[in-house]
């Protein structure tokens, strides 16, 4: 056997071994998935049946309404949902049409790929305003509930 046969060879065997690992990998990758949701799922239900008997206090009443809102803003049809359909539809056809000799090869045009990573920028600055907002309001919710919680000083005399 010729010198550059045996590289060939070689060669062959570590595309297949690469082939297999990368594989293994993605079938990780969804069982790690798979057990995170599960996990959140066991926690979800220990949460629930250890709150069974309470009221819905009024801090998570106030972010079931915002997480409510948000999710009727995500789930709007002129919003973020059309654009990111539109996005992954041309994600798609890039796909589809860079494919090469029955392997799939992905390309995705630097505008595009820009255009999403500064969606996804926008998307993330939302969040983070949204969160800090969140943070805020729940202060001020301390703040009244402290003030609430104090005597009136009235003159003459403190009533409760």
């Known amino acids: 056997m010729l010198h550059w046969e045996i590289i060939s060879e070689d060669i ?25 949701h599960r996990t959140l799922q066991v926690l979800i239900k220990q949460e629930i049946q250890r709150k069974s008997g309470y009221a819905i206090q009024a ?23 059309g654009r990111l359909n539109e996005l992954m539809s041309q994600i798609r056809m890039q796909n589809h049409f860079g494919a090469v000799r029955s392997e799939e090869r992905y390309y995705i045009d630097a505008d595009l790929l820009r255009e999403i990573k500064q969606h996804l920028k926008q998307q993330q600055e939302g969040l983070s305003h949204l969160i800090s907002i ?14 609430l919680n104090e005597p009136i000083h009235i003159r003459g005399g403190v009533f409760s």
């Open 12 to 36: 062959s065997e570590l595309q297949k071994n690469q082939t297999t690992s990368v594989a293994k990998i993605a079938q990780y990758k969804r069982k790690l998935m798979d057990l995170s």
């Open 59 to 81: 801090d998570e009443e106030q972010l079931r309404v915002q997480l409510d809102t948000i999710q009727g803003e995500l789930n709007a049809p002129t919003q973020f949902k």
């Open 134 to 147: 969140i943070k805020d309001d729940l202060e001020d919710i301390k703040l009244v509930e402290h003030g």
